[in-house]
């Protein structure tokens, strides 16, 4: 095993808040182990077109509480290509960058995979998303803080809805994944929570606004946002449609979920795991995720990491159920 | 000119963070000057409805700082009708509250001021509405709270605009007013701000992104909703049309805007504004709004307030311009 | 086993931000199964004094995000006495509460397992306190919030410290416990964290000051509290006198760290606390302390609960120090 | 009058959340016409060393929403000097500098009529200090911030004082003035101001607690800080002599009210001052501050603003008292 000398270290996908604490935490670890740090600035498309910055001490100064990636995030259809991965691997050659940290989620590891296998760089990934939908880590960096972006939101939507006794769906970030959705449901205290793990919560839904009390003089339904943004507008509508008594409104929160300072949580877990990654490398590791299950620091292949986390505590739907009666 | 011996206050409109600080404010003076004070819930309608209860000191404890109002809001159709207003003098009486306290926007004045004129019940409204575009007070209950609220969503949402070098288009509340554009926009350091009272404004913005500098790696564009909700959209359809080099999104903030806790400087003028109320109760004014101007108390007859302000302070588009160059 | 038909519920100690959320969670699971809950207002003092009021649906409505505790709580002197326990004994026979659910801290599980073991009360205690420092669960309610609140304190105090090149020194809560101070530390990019878990942090701290960088424009140290509150004082002034030449100033954060609104993470914990405990009383269970390890209710026998928990990560202190290089 | 090419802006005493964004207008509109501008670090410290670095668009980015100044602040003793003042003017000469932004509080406008007069450089002050205290200003850069800063924290601790029926003294900032106190006063509900403008609030206090309702739950008096910082414990302990049966509790909010994300007001003003700053020295004003007089920029001498403000709406003391029964 070579002596890593020079890691560089980038965010790729959608931003996460917490990403510049594990940057931080990545140059002052590596630092003080006398590597150089190399920041690559958006993503694998900086890496192929050369946009590559030393990274200092001072560099990252004052940024632990900050949202969003200093390093800048971007897509790249470019990478997909072999070609395009062979220019990545000649820019990290041509600027003497020697093992890799790389932050962000599935398509970020699908990347830093391929660049170790097919050329052998040393590779750490680091879970850097809000949807926490990774395999091996409890909680991906962004994830905390989007989830209390998500209830001070619901919190003032609650106000009004309290003040005209209406209904409001709240329409939550998550793809393929109900994680937002689910905590947020309980913490918010909604009526009902509508995520794609569980198929038939509207039918349940339709017989609580049917069925249930009907003294409630506010309700919130959360919905994770499944295949496309905006779906909860044709939520709504059926609600209306069925239930014209009821006042209803639809709330899309949209982008404000992924900025904003990070919290507590995000930045101790960002801070641990930008060290961590860098002490792995350091000691010879490659090809995984370092994520943190049970408060330890967990090692997991980069393509067990990538397929989606289908653990959903389904438990926490029933809470929601019987606590919102 | 008797003397008031039972006070009506009641909330109506759209909710608006400082409501509460106000019924606090009119109940604890009221009560100070030996006057009972009921609270009529859900507005005109809860008035028609009978929907009364009195209000004690420890009814409007510890809710100085919480958002929508205790009292409830609700449209009424039936209070429209000469019948209708019937009916709610008929509960006033019957109820024996015999002076009104209206806090809420031009629909709610124009309620009292029926009242007033038709039945000669003393009547006092306060100027609770997040828009500000009332005349005769240059700060509405409410308005502060929601340009902060908007700040804050943006100042997220421009983490996630530098991080992947995006425009967003950014639609703020404000049906026929630029109040919480234009503030917003100056505070978050927008690119443009789009408002009905200006309406050239998407030419210049069109200028600005065909000649102006390349090298920024962030836009926000402030837009007030205007006629519809959700105008946004098509104003980001014709800039991604325009402009397919830009990635160009679209954020509605929506409902978050109307509730959360108020600002120190709401809950300073929802005070003085309830306790003012009652003071001009007391010394047998009627049928005015009272606001404050220049930082004193001011009254201005319903009639007059309910003129929407058209005084918009268009120098601001100016700096903005110029402050986001 | 006699089934339960009355729960008493009742907060004890310091209060925590999610105690809200727990009575709330107990008293809608207990209504879920038919039994009826009687909210114990004072903790023991009350339960002496008669100090109960039935608890429905609606009293519990629109408080899972309100901090501090609706049942309030304070010391008793008298309910360390044996005559104090039979007095309160007598109290709850007398309002037929049949089972106790105790949330608070370690002396608030003394006098559970006081009532549970002399008068055989059922009794389960949920963790609610700000200090994290039991043993039988990875968080407590309050701890969460505490840490957020400490950390978005230090993020203003770092805009100081930097604008004027100083060092702040900030006494966190954490009488015989780092917790607080050790995670906050981290979060807040702290040069230095003094905990009693810890002894010769101090000269660390010093020798850090003398031999390290020169040209860092800020420095924040965190300090536990200790022994007793404002011993930060006493560090800042030994400070002065070995550095006279830095900028040196202290700040004690207080009594806002005990309030404010709950995390997600907290009310999500104090949902799944309070669901739970009403179902293990009803399956027979007592005398535990009920948490969450590892994302799973854990139950702990109340004696062990009250160990307090020594776990406490050093790892993060060798953290502190690298990243803040 | 010479046509300026180059505006030095620096912020000095004090920092005040807003002004990043009273530098980013300074910056962004002297580029406008064509002016360039230098940033001068550490006030007039750094004037004195030579500490001066071009400004460029992209130097004020991304600041707007940052509290604490990127200019750093800090003392100048050697300035008080006519020698020291001479190296300013010497240094200010090498850099071509012709014209000065002064932001900051009375000892800032002191230096800059020192240069003025001396030296004959074009200088404009622009009010910047979180206590609201000078003349020709209806608010200072950072006094809304401040404020909010302070309610927020009231609001917690008020949630421990409800939960424990305390009395909280809460000491906040402002050495002579109680512009702080007396507005934060009326919106976190307070029982009583003492400030140094009113001199016999304590005993109206004291008669409150002795005479008063004794069914108060919570209670919370906010102190101005006065001659020294931690006054209010002097006071919390004259309480405690006198009313032994209220648990009274002491709080000094400290440091965290200098610092913190600027609020929408703070940053309107800030932008609107920073534009007017500039516009102010191209059209040959000098030797003036600007500030903010019902919602229209007014221009002041220097000499007359560093006339600490005696405006304080006592008032305001009334509506405490009275909304506080």
Redesign the interface.
């Known amino acids: 095993m070579t002596q890593i000398k020079n890691i560089g270290v980038f ?1 790729s996908g ?2 996460a ?1 917490g990403m510049n ?1 594990a940057i ?2 990545v140059v ?2 590596a ?2 182990h006398d590597m150089q740090v190399t920041g690559i600035r ?1 993503g694998y498309e900086g890496m192929i077109n050369g946009d590559y910055e030393f990274l200092h ?1 001072k560099s990252v ?2 940024i ?6 200093i390093l ?3 897509r790249s259809e470019q990478f997909k290509t072999a070609e395009g991965r062979k220019l990545a691997h000649y820019q990290l050659k041509k600027h003497n960058v020697d093992a890799l940290v790389a932050i962000g989620g599935d398509g970020t590891f699908t990347g830093a995979k391929a660049l170790y296998e097919e050329f052998g760089i040393p590779v750490i990934g680091l879970p850097g998303t809000i949807d926490n939908d990774l395999t091996g880590t ?1 909680y991906t960096i962004g994830y ?1 803080t989007a ?7 619901v ?6 809805a ?4 209406r209904l ?1 769906i709240v329409e939550v970030m998550g793809r393929d994944s109900g994680m937002i959705a689910l ?2 449901g ?4 909604a009526e009902s929570v509508l995520i794609p793990e569980s198929k038939d919560d509207l039918v349940g839904l339709f017989d609580r606004l049917e069925n249930g ?1 009907k003294d409630k ?1 506010s309700r919130i339904v959360i919905v994770a946002e499944g295949e496309q943004e905006g779906g909860a507008f044709h939520i709504g509508n059926i609600v209306k449609e069925k239930f014209p008594h009821i006042d209803t ?1 639809v ?6 979920q ?4 990070p ?3 995000d ?2 877990l960002a ?2 795991l930008g ?1 961590a990654a860098v002490e792995a490398l350091k000691a010879g590791r490659s090809g995984e995720m370092i994520g943190v299950i ?2 330890e620091i967990a090692y997991t292949p980069l393509e067990k990491a990538i397929e989606k986390s289908s653990e959903i ?1 389904l438990n ?1 739907l029933k ?1 929601v159920e ?4």
């Open positions: 965010t959608g931003d808040p604490a931080r935490a002052r670890t630092l003080y958006r001490r100064s004052n632990i509480q900050r949202g969003g990636t800048k995030s971007a409890d905390d989830i209390n972006t998500v209830i001070n939101a919190d003032k939507i609650r106000d009004t309290e003040s005209h006794d409001f905590r947020t309980v913490a918010s205290g009390r003089s409104r709330s899309i929160l949209g982008h404000i992924r900025g904003g300072k919290t507590c949580m930045r101790v801070s641990r060290y049970h408060d505590n926490l809470i019987i606590l919102s009666l």
